[in-house]
């Protein structure tokens, strides 16, 4: 079987977030092989396809080095632009089944300069909420805000803020228990951008509790951000940037209620071939 690792939310090769695509099976494997590919693949998320009778749309699961994730959004780009560009799938719209619904990807221009993807996931609207003293002592700043959606979600004052974190990983995969949907160890933080800057807010996203120490592009997690901060600017589309060290991911994303759309780039940057045979459920 083949295997394709994509940079997806990225300006270009090296950058956004690299995930790990698998070619559609014809039925599931044993989750604990899938887990394990996972494990062996280190990326933030595998994606697994399954084919069904319908010829754009798939079955969709991912899984980071550790769980299987609820949702994800740099991997179902990835899954996007292996089927167009890498399997040669001919179709206006692809349809995914997942544990977070239906979601569908189309191919749109002007994204960044060139042809992009454009999803669209449900939006996570989140909730202002009291977080007690162990996240800022995690994060080492003392948040804004903090709001809790699927993961939790700190505002602090500025980018440089963002940009100069070194959280205790440790003690912030304890945070968050009864407040995000999720629980503990997922969290946002995130700014208004710096005047100038071709986006309107940065934002980095830690998850030790998912094995991830910190995940250079989260789509998911603009399905938290686009509507608090469309609604804190009163605008309906935004540009974000995910400031991971010596990578960062960009997003367009608009918001339209109960859904987000998240438009972003893919690029291939790897073609491997796996050895070894799926254990099938």
């Known amino acids: 079987m083949r295997q394709w690792t994509i940079d997806a939310f990225a300006s270009g090769p090296f950058k956004g977030n690299p995930a790990c695509v698998v070619e559609p099976f014809q039925q599931w494997p044993d989750t604990a092989w899938m887990q394990a590919l996972a494990a062996e693949n280190n990326q933030a998320e595998t994606a697994f396809l399954l084919r069904t009778a319908g010829p754009a749309r798939f079955g969709l699961r991912w ?11 740099h991997a179902t780009l990835a899954s996007a632009h292996a089927l167009f560009e890498e399997m040669g799938v001919d179709a206006p719209l692809l349809a995914f089944d997942t544990l977070a619904g239906e979601l ?15 999803m669209d996931f ?9 977080a007690g003293p162990d996240l800022a002592k995690a994060l080492g700043v003392t ?18 803020t963002v940009r100069g974190l070194s959280p205790d990983l440790a003690l912030l995969g304890a945070v968050g228990a009864g407040l995000a949907k999720g629980g ?3 969290v946002i933080v995130a700014a208004l951008a710096d005047p100038g800057r071709d986006y309107a807010v940065v934002s980095r996203f830690f998850a030790p509790a998912a094995g991830i120490p910190e995940d250079p592009t989260t789509g998911s997690a603009h399905c938290i951000l686009t509507p608090l901060y469309a609604d804190k600017l009163g605008v309906a589309s935004l540009r974000f ?16 209620g109960a859904r987000v759309l998240l438009r972003g780039r893919g690029f291939t940057m790897v073609e491997s071939r796996l050895r070894v045979a799926p254990a099938l459920v």
Request: aromatic share 6%; with cysteine; proline share 11%.
């Open 104 to 118: 569908t990807v189309r191919r749109v221009d002007g994204v960044f300069g060139g042809a992009g993807l454009e």
């Open 143 to 160: 948040p804004l805000e903090v709001w809790a959606g699927q993961y939790l979600l700190a505002v602090v004052a500025d980018e440089a």
């Open 184 to 186: 503990p160890g997922q």
């Open 122 to 130: 449900p939006a996570d609207p989140p909730t202002r909420v009291e």
């Open 241 to 256: 940037h995910q400031a991971y060290p010596g990578r960062g991911g960009d997003l367009d994303c608009e918001n339209r």
């Open 63 to 73: 899984f980071t080095p550790t769980v299987e994730a609820p949702i994800c959004g």
